[in-house]
C-alpha cells in the first residue's frame, strides 16, 4: 500500500503506478499529450507536469512513479504557467489550419489550447513549412500540424510491429515519414492514425468531407471482415457512413485494427452495389420487384422438389451472413425444402478443423481468449499468416514474442519473417511430414500425462519419422529441426495456431492428427484462424449437411427429433452433401437448384472452370449478393444483399465470442431472414418471425450451447464460451481414426518440380475486399512469389511479368522476389482476376472432404 | 606535478603497447587482479574520484550501484562522444594515450565484472578510431583483453562503436540507445544505466577521462589520489583551452587550478596581450563569465558558487574584441541543431531563442526582445526532458545576464 496526497487529497494505491494514474483514480484530471494508456511511458510533450514536494523541478506526471508519502500539486500557479508555456512552444511552428484541419473538433491540441493555453500567441518569428504529403493512396501526413509526441511511431513500433514510421531529422526540424518514403508500404492498419491527437496523420479516406461535430450519431459494432470480430465505430451522418474509427480501449481488439476494418468499409458504399433483384429473362439478367422475385423462387423451388426430389436441391451459405440469417437458411432447407444439402464456407477448412480436434478432445477445444496467447512461452503456426488472416490476433503472436516467447512458423507467414525463430516453408507433402516426424521426435522428450488413454494409443501408434529422414526430404537443415524440437519441448503453455492450408491438401487430415498430437503433448492451446466474421457462427447454427444447431450430429436420432418437436418441423434423417459434394453433384447433374447466399463459389473454390461448368449446369440458381459476383452472373434470380452495416444480428468469432452488429444505415433491401421466411411462407412453413429478436430467441431455445444467451449479455462483449456453463459434451469418439501410413506417402512423395501455394494476404480477404477501392489501392496487382534462385535462374527481376501454367490453366502476374522461399515453393493470392484458383485443379481431400490445393505443380514461362 | 594522465605522451609512439608498458603501464591491471573486485572498488571510491563527462557523479558509488544489482550480464561503457564545442581533451587520451583507457576500462570492468565493453566514440574522430583500433588489436595480442587475461581467468571484450555526429548521444542513457541501434535520444530516468542499461541489463557509463584515471588510482592507492587538487573533487584534471589565448591546447593540471593561472600562466595569456572580456570555464553548455571571476578554483564546488560550471572542463576565453551577442548566437544555433527533437520546450524553444537573437544580430531587434528572450528561455528552464534544453536556456541566460548592454545596443543601433 501505498499513500500520497494530490492536492491535498489523500490517495491509497495497492503498487506503485505513475503519478498521472494515482490522479486519474482519484478522478484528477491531468492534461497529456504524448502519454496513451498501451504505450509505454514516454515523457516527451512535457505537458503533464506536476510539482511535487521536496522537488525543486517539476515533474512529468506519466513518467514518475509514486513514493509513500508523495505530495502532489496538479493545479498550483507554477504548473499553469507552464502548461501554457508548453502549449505556446506546441504552437509556434503549428500552421493554426484549424478551418480546414479535418481533426478540428476533436484535436487534442485545440482542446488544450483552448482549455490551458495563451489566448494569443507571440511567436513572430516565420513558420516550419513542410509540404502536405498525398503520395499514398490512403495516409495523409501533415507534418506541419506535427506535435511529435512519437505516438504514431510507437504504436507503429511496440504495438503493431511493423516497425515502418521513424522520426527523421532532429529538433525543430524533425518530422515523421515512414521508412520507405512517401508511400507508406506498410500494413495500413491505421493504428497511427488512431493515436495521433492532432490532425498530423489522417485517413485520405474521407479527407475534407466531413466536419467532425457534424458527425450525428455512432453506432458500436463489430468488424465483418475476419473471424477476429474487432469492435469499431460507425460514425454517421444522415444515411451515410462517414468512416470507422476504432475506440482506444474497447472490445476485445482495445482499439486496435488492421487495414481491412480501419480502411475496408468503403465497399458498402460502393456503386455497383446491387440494389434490385434480377430475374434471367431470355438469357439475361433483368431487373424485378422483389415480390416477383420471391416467388419466382418459391415457384421453382417448388416445381424442381416435386420433379426431382428434395435432395436435388442444395444451399450455401457465406460466412459475411449473421447467425440469425444462417439459422434461418438451415431451417429453410430442412423444414420447408426437406434436405439436408446445406453446407457452408466453414467446412472448406475452419469447420474440418474444429471438427477433428473437438472429436478428440471435445467440443469448445478451439475456444480460447485470444489475449491467452501474449501470455503464451511459445507460439507454433502453422497453415496461415495470423498478421494476414487475422491481424489483430496476430499482434498478439507479435507480443508474445516481444516478451521473449520462441515462434515457430510451418508454412509461409510474411508478417512473422522477424519474430519468428523457426520458419519451415513447405510444400504440403512436407508439413505432413516435418509434422509427423516433431511429433515422433517429441514423444521421445515429453512423457505422455495420461489424460486421454485412448488418444494416447493412437499416439504411441504413429510410425516414428526420424529427424534425419524428414530432413532429407524437405532439405530442411537437421540442426534447425533438432533446435526446433528442442524449443517446443520447452514450451510449457503455448499457443498453436492453426490456419487452412493445412487441411486444404490431400494429407490434411494427417496433418490434423498429428498436431492433434502435438497440441495434446506440448499442452498446447489450439486457435484456428478463420477467415471470416462468422464461420464459427455458422458451425453453431447448424449449417452443416450432417448437423443441426449446436454441432448435434443428426444422425444420432434422440436430438433430432428434440429438433423436430421444439420446431415443429420434420428433418430427413440422412446427411446432405457437403459444399464440395454439391459442386461436384452439380457437375454431375445431380442438384438442379443451388440457392448460394453470399458466397462467390467460383472465386473460393480450385478450379475456375470446374466450378464455373458445375453453376452452369444447375437448371436454377440463385445467389443473394450485395454485387453482381462471378458466380452471380450464372445466377438465374440475383436478390441484393444488405451490407453488415445495414442490419442486424450476431456473430461468433473464432475464440466463440457471441458479439452483435447493428444496423447504423438504412440500405436498398430486405434482410436475408425476412426474405427467406417469405419463401417458405410460400412453401408452407411459417416461420413467424417478427424480427431478429425472435429467431435469436429461436436459437436460443434450440441450441444447447446458446442456452439462455440474450442479446444483452451479447452486447457487453463478454459473451464467452461456455456461455452460461452449458454442458459440454464429453462423448468423444475416437474410433475410426485411420492411423496415417506416413512411411508410404514419404515413398510415394513426388517433390520433382516447383509446386504453387496460397498466400492468405493482409489487403485482400475473400469477397468484400474486392470491392472496396481503399484497400484495392494498396496492392492492385496480382503477383507471384518466388525464391531468389528461381527468379534468378530465370533472370527475373522485381514486378517482372510472368506466365504460370499449371495443367488447369495459366495465368500472367507480376514477380515478386522473396529470399525467404525454398526454389520450390511459389506463392499467388485468390486475386479476383489472376489468382491461384485459376490455375489449381479440381480436388478434395478424401477424408474431410476440404477442397486439396496441393499438387500443382507450376512452369514460369517467361 | 607529474603527469598521469598525459604521461610520456610526447613520445611519438605514445600509443604503442611497448612504450606504454615500458613507462610502467599495465602494472596496475597485474595490481588490480591481485584485488577483489570490491577492493578495488573501494579505492575508487576512497579516491573521491568524480566523473569527468560533465555532472560530476562519485564514481566509486555508480560502480557500487551496478554491483548491487543482481542481474547480469553487466556492460561498461566508455562515452568518447565528446560532442561539446570546446571539448577535446578525451581526444588527447584516444589518440596519444589509448592504452591509458583500455587498462583503465579492464581494471574497472573487472570491478563490476562486466564482460564486454563498448567504446562508443565520437564520429569524426577517425585519427582516434584507427589509434583505438590498433591499441585493442594489442592489447589481445598481450592478452590484456580476451577470455583468459593475463591467465587469471577474468575475460574482458571491448568493442569501438563510432557515433554519427549527435551532441546528444554523449548523454548517456541517448548513447545506449544510440548503440542499441536506434535513434539517439534520452530515455526515462530512473530506472538508471546502473539497473537498466544496455539490452536493459546493468550498466556503468564513464567517460574516457574517469576511466583513464582508475589506473593512477590504482598505482598510488585511492588514499594518496585523494590528496590531489581540490579536496573534494581531488585528482588531476585536464582542460582543454582554446579562444584567444597565446598557447591554446590540452593542459593536465590538478583540480581547482583557478582561470587566471591556467590562462595565464599555462596559456601565456591572452593574444596580442588584448584584454579578457568573458570566458567559459567548461565547454560552452556552462554559463559565462565575467573576467571577476576568473580567480575561482576549477572544480564541481567551487564554479557554481560563481554562476557556472566545471562541465568538461573546457576553457574558451574571449577578448575584448568579441561580440557576445555573436556568440550566444553561435552557441544557441548549436543547441537548435543539436536539439533531439523529443521534448516540446527544447525542441521549439531553442529555435524561438535562437530567432530572436538572429534577428538581433541581423539588426531587426525590437523593444521587448530581450524581456521577451529571457522569458522564452524561463519558459524551457526546468521543463525539458534531459539537461540539454535546460543547458542551452541557462547559458542564454548568462549571456543576457552578463552582457545585456551589448544586446541593447544592437537594438538601438539597428
Ligand atoms: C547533452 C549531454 C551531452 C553529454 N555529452 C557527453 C560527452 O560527450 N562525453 C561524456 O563523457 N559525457 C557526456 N555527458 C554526460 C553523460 O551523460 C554522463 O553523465 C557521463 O558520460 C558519465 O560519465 P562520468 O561519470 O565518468 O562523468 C553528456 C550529458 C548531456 C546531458
Ligand atoms: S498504418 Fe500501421 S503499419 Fe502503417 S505506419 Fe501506421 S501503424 Fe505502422
Ligand atoms: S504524426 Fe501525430 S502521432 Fe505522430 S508524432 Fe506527430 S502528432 Fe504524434
Ligand atoms: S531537452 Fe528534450 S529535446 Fe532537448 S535534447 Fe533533451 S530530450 Fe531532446
Ligand atoms: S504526457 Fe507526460 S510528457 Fe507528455
Redesign the pocket.
Given at each position: 500500500m501505498i499513500t500520497i496526497t494530490i492536492n491535498e487529497k489523500k490517495i491509497t494505491l495497492e503498487k506503485p503506478v505513475t503519478i498521472l494514474e494515482a490522479a486519474r483514480s482519484a478522478g484528477i484530471h491531468i492534461p497529456t499529450l504524448c502519454h496513451e494508456d498501451i504505450l509505454e511511458p514516454y515523457g516527451g510533450c512535457r505537458l503533464c507536469l506536476v510539482e511535487v514536494e521536496k522537488v525543486p523541478r517539476l515533474l512529468s506526471a506519466c513518467t514518475q512513479y509514486i513514493t509513500e508519502g508523495m505530495v502532489v500539486r496538479t493545479e498550483t500557479e507554477r504548473v499553469i504557467e507552464a502548461r501554457r508555456a508548453i502549449l505556446e512552444f506546441l504552437l509556434i511552428n503549428h500552421p493554426l489550419d484549424c478551418s480546414f484541419c479535418d481533426k478540428a473538433g476533436e484535436c487534442d491540441l485545440q482542446d488544450l489550447a483552448m482549455k490551458y493555453g495563451p489566448a494569443t500567441g507571440r511567436f513572430a518569428e516565420g513558420k516550419r513549412k513542410h509540404p502536405e504529403s498525398y503520395d499514398d493512396p490512403l495516409i495523409v501526413r501533415n507534418m506541419e500540424r506535427c506535435v511529435l509526441c512519437s505516438k504514431c511511431v510507437r504504436m507503429c513500433e511496440d504495438v503493431q510491429g511493423a516497425s515502418a514510421l521513424c522520426i527523421t531529422n532532429r529538433g525543430s526540424k524533425s518530422y515523421v515519414e515512414p521508412f520507405s518514403g512517401g508511400r507508406y508500404n506498410c500494413e495500413y492498419c491505421g493504428n497511427c492514425l488512431t493515436v495521433c491527437p492532432v490532425g498530423a496523420i489522417m485517413s485520405g479516406l474521407h479527407r475534407h468531407d466531413y466536419r467532425s461535430w457534424l458527425i450525428e450519431r455512432e453506432v458500436e459494432t463489430v468488424c465483418s471482415y475476419c473471424g477476429v470480430g474487432c469492435s469499431l465505430l460507425l460514425q454517421i451522418r444522415g444515411n451515410s457512413l462517414i468512416r470507422t474509427v476504432p475506440k482506444i480501449g474497447r472490445g476485445l481488439n482495445r482499439g486496435l485494427l488492421c487495414s481491412k476494418g480501419r480502411f475496408g468499409y468503403d465497399y458498402i458504399s460502393n456503386s455497383e452495389r446491387l440494389d434490385t433483384p434480377l430475374i434471367r429473362r431470355n438469357g439475361e439478367l433483368q431487373p424485378a420487384a422483389w415480390s416477383e422475385a420471391i416467388t419466382h423462387i418459391a415457384r421453382r423451388l417448388k416445381e424442381i422438389k416435386e420433379n426431382h426430389g428434395s435432395d436435388a436441391i442444395a444451399g450455401i451459405v457465406s460466412g459475411r451472413c449473421t447467425n440469425e440469417d444462417a439459422y434461418v437458411f438451415q431451417k429453410f432447407f430442412r423444414g420447408a425444402i426437406g434436405t439436408n444439402n446445406i453446407d457452408s464456407v466453414a467446412s472448406l477448412a475452419y469447420g474440418p478443423a474444429q471438427r477433428f480436434f473437438e472429436r478428440i478432445f471435445g467440443q469448445g477445444v478451439t475456444a480460447n481468449d485470444i489475449h491467452g496467447i501474449s501470455n503464451s512461452d511459445g507460439i507454433f503456426v502453422i497453415g496461415g499468416d495470423p498478421t494476414g488472416i487475422n491481424p489483430v490476433l496476430g499482434l498478439q503472436v507479435r507480443s508474445a514474442c516481444k516478451k521473449g516467447a520462441p515462434v515457430v512458423v510451418m508454412g509461409y507467414a510474411e508478417g512473422l519473417k522477424r519474430f519468428s525463430k523457426h520458419a519451415f516453408i513447405t510444400n504440403s507433402t512436407t508439413e505432413t511430414v516435418l509434422l509427423a516426424s516433431l511429433v515422433s521426435e517429441i514423444k521421445k522428450k515429453k512423457s505422455l500425462p495420461g489424460e486421454r488413454p485412448v488418444f494416447e494409443e493412437i499416439i504411441s501408434g504413429l510410425q516414428p519419422v526420424p529427424l534425419k529422414d524428414a530432413s532429407e526430404m524437405s532439405g530442411f537443415g537437421l540442426n534447425d529441426l533438432v533446435d526446433t524440437v528442442d524449443t517446443l519441448s520447452n514450451m510449457i503453455n503455448p499457443s498453436i495456431i492453426v490456419g487452412r492450408d493445412i487441411v486444404q491438401t490431400s494429407t490434411g487430415h494427417m496433418s490434423l492428427l498429428f498436431l492433434a498430437a502435438l497440441a495434446y503433448l506440448l499442452n498446447g492451446r489450439i486457435y484456428l484462424l478463420s477467415e471470416l466474421p462468422n464461420e464459427q457462427g455458422l458451425l453453431d447454427m447448424g449449417c452443416q449437411p450432417d448437423m443441426l444447431p449446436s454441432g448435434r450430429p443428426l444422425t444420432i436420432e434422440t436430438f433430432r427429433t428434440r429438433c423436430e418437436e421444439t420446431l415443429g418441423i420434420a428433418i430427413p434423417s440422412t446427411p446432405g452433401l457437403n459444399y464440395v459434394e454439391m459442386i461436384e453433384a452439380a457437375h454431375a447433374g445431380r442438384i438442379k437448384a443451388l440457392y448460394v447466399m453470399g458466397e462467390d463459389t467460383v472465386q473460393g473454390l480450385p478450379d475456375r472452370n470446374y466450378v464455373s461448368d458445375a453453376l452452369r449446369n444447375v437448371e436454377f440458381l440463385v445467389v443473394q449478393d450485395m454485387f453482381l459476383t462471378e458466380t452471380a452472373q450464372y445466377a438465374d434470380v440475383v436478390l441484393p444483399s444488405l451490407s453488415w452495416a445495414e442490419k442486424e444480428g450476431s456473430y461468433t468469432n473464432l475464440e466463440r465470442r457471441v458479439q452483435l452488429t447493428k444496423k447504423a444505415v438504412e440500405g436498398e433491401g430486405i434482410e436475408e431472414w425476412k426474405i427467406i421466411s417469405e419463401m417458405s411462407k410460400i412453401l408452407g412453413l411459417d416461420m413467424g418471425y417478427r424480427s431478429v429478436t425472435d429467431i435469436f430467441t429461436e436459437i436460443v431455445r434450440i441450441s444447447h450451447i446458446y442456452r439462455e444467451i440474450t442479446y444483452n449479455d451479447i452486447t457487453s462483449g463478454r459473451c464467452m464460451w461456455p456461455y452460461k456453463g452449458g454442458p459440454l459434451r464429453h462423448d468423444v469418439h475416437i474410433e475410426g481414426i485411420e492411423l496415417p501410413d506416413i512411411v508410404s506417402v514419404m515413398k510415394n512423395a513426388d517433390e520433382s518440380g516447383v509446386q504453387v501455394r496460397r498466400e492468405a494476404h493482409l489487403f485482400h480477404s475473400q469477397n468484400a475486399s474486392r470491392y472496396s477501392p481503399a484497400l484495392q489501392s494498396i496492392s492492385p496487382e496480382p503477383y507471384v512469389k518466388m525464391s531468389e534462385t528461381l527468379a534468378g535462374r530465370l533472370s527475373l527481376r522485381d514486378g517482372e511479368h510472368v506466365k504460370v501454367v499449371t495443367e488447369a490453366g495459366s495465368i500472367t502476374l507480376s514477380v515478386h522476389r522473396d529470399p525467404c522461399l525454398p526454389e520450390n515453393v511459389v506463392l499467388i493470392p485468390p486475386f479476383e482476376k489472376g489468382g491461384i484458383f485459376e490455375i489449381t485443379k479440381w480436388k478434395v481431400n478424401p477424408v474431410t472432404k476440404a477442397p486439396a490445393l496441393d499438387g500443382n505443380r507450376v512452369i514460369i514461362e517467361t | 606535478m607529474e603527469r598521469v594522465l598525459l604521461r610520456n605522451t610526447e613520445s611519438p609512439h605514445s600509443a604503442d603497447i611497448h612504450e606504454y608498458i615500458k613507462g610502467g603501464g599495465y602494472i596496475s591491471l597485474h595490481k588490480a587482479f591481485e584485488m577483489k573486485p570490491f577492493d578495488v572498488i573501494d579505492e575508487v571510491r576512497r579516491s573521491g574520484l568524480r566523473?569527468?563527462?560533465?555532472?560530476g557523479?562519485p564514481?566509486g558509488m555508480?560502480w557500487s550501484f551496478a554491483v548491487a544489482d543482481p542481474q547480469t550480464p553487466k556492460y561498461l561503457i566508455c562515452?568518447a562522444?565528446?560532442?561539446?564545442p570546446g571539448t577535446f581533451k578525451d581526444r588527447g587520451i584516444l589518440e596519444k594515450n589509448p592504452h591509458l583507457l583500455i587498462e583503465g576500462m579492464v581494471i574497472s570492468a573487472y570491478a563490476i565484472e562486466a564482460a564486454w565493453g563498448y567504446i562508443y566514440l565520437r564520429g569524426e574522430y577517425p585519427r582516434a578510431k584507427d589509434v583505438l583500433l590498433s591499441a585493442i588489436k594489442q592489447a589481445y595480442e598481450k592478452n590484456y583483453l580476451g577470455d583468459n587475461i593475463l591467465g587469471k581467468g577474468v575475460g574482458f571484450h571491448l568493442h569501438v562503436h563510432c557515433g554519427a555526429g549527435a551532441?546528444?548521444c554523449?548523454?548517456?542513457t541517448a548513447l545506449i540507445e544510440s548503440l542499441e541501434g536506434k535513434r539517439g535520444q534520452p530515455r526515462i530516468k530512473p530506472p538508471f544505466p546502473v539497473n537498466e542499461g544496455f539490452s536493459l541489463k546493468p550498466t556503468i557509463?564513464?567517460?574516457?577521462e574517469?576511466l583513464a584515471n582508475i589506473p593512477c588510482i590504482i598505482e598510488i592507492g585511492g588514499d594518496a589520489y585523494s590528496k590531489i587538487g581540490s579536496p573534494e573533487c581531488p585528482g588531476p584534471k585536464l582542460y582543454s583551452v582554446s579562444g584567444h589565448v597565446k598557447r591554446p591546447g590540452v593542459y593536465e593540471l590538478p583540480m581547482g587550478v583557478t582561470l587566471r593561472e591556467i590562462i595565464y600562466t599555462h596559456c601565456g595569456g591572452i593574444l596580442g596581450d588584448k584584454k579578457l572580456k568573458a570566458v567559459i570555464p567548461g565547454g560552452i553548455s556552462t554559463p559565462v563569465l565575467t573576467p571577476d571571476k576568473i580567480d575561482c578554483p576549477m572544480d564541481f564546488r567551487n564554479l557554481p558558487r560563481v554562476g557556472s560550471l566545471l562541465g568538461s572542463g573546457a576553457v574558451i576565453a574571449f577578448d575584448e574584441t568579441v561580440d557576445m551577442v555573436n556568440v550566444c548566437l553561435r552557441i544557441t544555433k548549436f543547441f537548435e541543431h543539436e536539439s533531439c527533437g523529443k521534448c516540446t520546450p527544447c525542441r521549439e524553444g531553442v529555435g524561438w531563442m535562437r530567432a530572436i537573437i538572429e534577428r538581433i544580430c541581423g539588426g531587426a531587434g525590437r523593444n521587448g526582445d530581450l524581456d521577451h528572450l529571457m522569458e522564452v528561455s524561463s519558459n524551457i528552464l526546468g521543463k525539458t526532458f534531459?539537461?540539454?534544453g535546460d543547458s542551452a536556456a541557462t547559458v542564454v541566460q548568462s549571456y543576457l545576464g552578463n552582457f545585456r548592454h551589448e544586446f541593447e545596443e544592437k537594438i538601438k543601433n539597428r
Open positions: - | 566523473g569527468r563527462g560533465g555532472a557523479f564514481t555508480k562515452n562522444d565528446e560532442g561539446e551532441y546528444i554523449g548523454e548517456e557509463i564513464n567517460n574516457v574517469t534531459c539537461p540539454l
